[in-house]
């Protein structure tokens, strides 16, 4: 069994609204059989529960701005998964 570093996401929208929390990027990780890697989270202890990660870090928030001055930002985490 192998340990990987994997970063947890949410995106804010420009709406205000948060997307799902996600594994980030998917595509970086498809060399390795994750079950659904793209699947959307409502928080984030469900997908820590879902892919069993540890040590599950805050990394921050940071937010910007577009040319019409709407906020947008996303959320970060770092976490460690355990591969078979």
């Known amino acids: 069994m192998t340990e990987q570093k994997v970063l947890i ?5 420009l709406d205000g609204t948060w997307q799902g929390y996600r594994l980030s990027p998917t595509h970086a990780y498809a060399k390795y059989n994750w079950r659904e890697p ?11 529960l ?3 990660l540890e040590n599950v870090k805050e990394l921050g928030t940071k937010y910007s701005y577009d040319n019409k001055n ?5 959320e970060e985490h770092s976490a460690i998964i355990k591969i078979n």
């Open 38 to 48: 793209g699947k959307q989270f409502n928080s984030l202890e469900e997908i820590i």
């Open 50 to 52: 879902f892919y069993n």
């Open 9 to 13: 996401k949410r995106i804010l929208n």
């Open 70 to 74: 709407q906020k947008y930002g996303s």
